[in-house]
């Protein structure tokens, strides 16, 4: 065999792990079913291409009275469901559970435990960045946030927007520089 043939092999199955990896995730962007999550805190990075929002979204802390199912403890590294119900115009954690929710359950994400205390367990699910154009307008203290979720079939979040005061971030973020013109 040549090496341009063995080369070909070897990378053509990479290639269509990586095509699948950004498939889904757009499907899910398109396709999956959106939700509006309080945001706790937010921290700015500015960084040369783009500007970079860490977010703490509430549905982080998850209380361990809402376990259904099989009973069990969780521990960190455990990969659980958590389902979301609607409260106002966001949503919060309704339940959550080591098995994959029925589809009649409503939205639900798939999140892995970081930590369990005497409160509150902690846990990700892969939303806590936000990124946004080059040099952002700050966002300030008062300021109301959501963050705006598409969840796939699977539980999978994806990060479509930040939410400012009911604004798309790229909304909020032109009227504030039209404001300091």
Do not use: K
Not at 22 to 39: A, C, D, M
Not at 109 to 135: C, E, T
């Amino acid at each position: 065999m040549s090496r341009r043939l063995l080369y070909g092999a070897a990378l053509l199955p990479q290639l269509l792990f990586l095509g699948y990896l950004i498939g889904s995730e757009e499907w899910s962007l398109h396709h999956g079913t959106r939700v509006l999550l309080q945001v706790e805190s937010r921290r700015a990075w500015n960084g040369p291409a783009y500007s970079r929002y860490d977010v703490d979204v509430a549905i982080n802390e998850v209380d361990r009275s809402l376990a259904r199912g099989d009973p069990f403890e969780p521990e960190a590294g455990d990969l659980i469901y958590v389902w979301l119900e609607p409260v106002g115009e966001v949503h919060r954690a309704a339940g959550f559970s080591r098995e994959r929710p029925a589809a009649e359950v409503g939205p639900f994400l798939r999140g892995r435990v970081r930590s369990v205390s005497d409160g509150p367990m902690r846990v990700d699910y892969g939303l806590s960045h936000f990124r946004g154009p080059v040099h952002a307008p700050q966002i300030g203290g008062q300021c109301e946030t959501r963050l705006a979720v598409r969840i796939g079939r699977n539980g999978a979040g994806h990060v479509e927007d930040l939410v400012v005061d009911g604004l798309p971030f790229a909304e909020w973020s032109r009227r504030q520089e039209e404001q300091q013109r």
